[in-house]
């Protein structure tokens, strides 16, 4: 008995590790599973909703948490996309000072932003204004049995709660997508102006020389797909709240966690498959 004592504690030591990736793993894809779910009864509730007979029900709810989701996070995307634009135009021209191209300021500003920065800076704000909130929201409905009630009166969940928010959050991201684009590229021609000495007819004419309708175009596809991710996962995670208080917490953090994460790893992907079909 003695001489397995060593041999159970080495096999111990080396299974232990392996189920904790397991259980990781097991807990990735049933939460990747239940936002899937999530997301078919969704788009079946909405192409109901869009039926001829039912067009217009449900607009009032969407344009609340529009107006909730999209309207209150314009200044704060602002702000920081114009602070990105200022700081790409200003660490930009030592550099590009030493080929003596200076101008060339406006021609990386404008691939970066429309094709990666606009859409990514307006997705990570968003994800902290406004999924944690959708998550915490729909938490706090599940521990005070609001959710259960809506359920005993034969309304569902899904098309009164998360169809108006994931829609708007889609329709909000698009839009913020586009307005971070304009704002940061607005603020690196201003500060180009005051601090580069390179006029805005320059500025303009470098950066429409190398950009085009394609970059735009990947920009805000990227962006609709970043407000579909922290739509689901911010109410996939709030509908699975258990735990009171302790678990609407929980599930706040999880959601601002999970969303960057998805929506740099997305990044990547589509990123990586626009280069591989030659999309830029």
């Given at each position: 008995?003695?001489?397995?004592?060593?041999?159970?504690?080495?096999?111990?030591?080396?299974?232990?590790?392996?189920?904790?990736?397991?259980?990781?793993?097991?807990?990735?894809?049933?939460?990747?599973?239940?936002?899937?779910?999530?997301?078919?009864?969704?788009?079946?509730?909405?192409?109901?909703?869009?039926?001829?007979?039912?067009?217009?029900?449900?607009?009032?709810?969407?344009?609340?948490?529009?107006?909730?989701?999209?309207?209150?996070?314009?200044?704060?995307?602002?702000?920081?996309s114009?602070?990105?634009?200022?700081?790409l135009?200003?660490?930009?021209?030592?550099?590009?000072?030493?080929?003596?191209?200076?101008?060339?300021?406006a021609?990386?500003?404008?691939?970066?932003?429309?094709?990666?920065?606009?859409?990514?800076?307006?997705?990570?704000?968003?994800?902290?204004?406004?999924?944690?909130?959708?998550?915490?929201?729909?938490?706090?409905?599940?521990?005070?049995?609001?959710?259960?009630?809506?359920?005993?009166?034969?309304?569902?969940?899904?098309?009164?709660?998360?169809?108006?928010?994931?829609?708007?959050?889609?329709?909000?991201?698009?839009?913020?997508?586009v307005?971070?684009?304009?704002?940061?590229?607005?603020?690196?021609?201003?500060?180009?102006?005051?601090?580069?000495?390179?006029?805005?007819?320059?500025?303009?004419?470098?950066?429409?020389?190398?950009?085009?309708?394609?970059?735009?175009?990947?920009?805000?596809?990227?962006?609709?797909?970043f407000?579909?991710?922290?739509?689901?996962?911010?109410?996939?995670?709030?509908?699975?709240?258990?735990?009171?208080?302790?678990?609407?917490?929980?599930?706040?953090t999880?959601?601002?966690?999970?969303?960057?994460?998805?929506?740099?790893?997305?990044?990547?992907?589509?990123?990586?498959?626009?280069?591989?079909?030659?999309?830029?």
């Open positions: 008995m003695a001489s397995n004592t060593p041999q159970s504690g080495s096999r111990f030591r080396v299974t232990r590790p392996i189920e904790h990736v397991g259980a990781a793993v097991l807990r990735l894809l049933d939460h990747a599973g239940h936002s899937v779910n999530l997301a078919v009864d969704a788009a079946v509730w909405l192409g109901r909703g869009m039926r001829p007979d039912r067009a217009g029900r449900g607009g009032a709810a969407i344009v609340s948490q529009l107006i909730r989701v999209g309207v209150r996070s314009i200044f704060i995307v602002s702000l920081v114009g602070c990105v634009g200022l700081i135009a200003l660490q930009l021209a030592p550099p590009l000072d030493q080929f003596g191209s200076r101008d060339l300021v021609n990386i500003i404008g691939v970066a932003v429309l094709r990666e920065l606009g859409p990514l800076i307006g997705a990570i704000v968003l994800t902290g204004f406004a999924g944690a909130a959708i998550a915490a929201e729909l938490g706090t409905m599940v521990v005070s049995e609001e959710i259960e009630a809506l359920e005993a009166h034969a309304l569902n969940p899904v098309r009164f709660l998360v169809v108006p928010r994931l829609t708007a959050t889609v329709l909000a991201m698009t839009i913020l997508g307005i971070s684009d304009l704002v940061a590229i607005a603020c690196a021609m201003g500060i180009s102006l005051l601090m580069l000495d390179i006029p805005p007819s320059v500025f303009m004419e470098n950066m429409l020389f190398q950009v085009n309708l394609s970059d735009f175009l990947t920009g805000i596809g990227k962006a609709t797909i407000g579909t991710l922290i739509g689901l996962i911010s109410c996939s995670n709030g509908l699975k709240v258990t735990g009171g208080a302790a678990g609407v917490g929980n599930a706040t999880q959601t601002v966690v999970q969303c960057i994460v998805a929506i740099v790893v997305a990044d990547l992907v589509f990123t990586a498959i626009f280069y591989a079909f030659k999309l830029f």
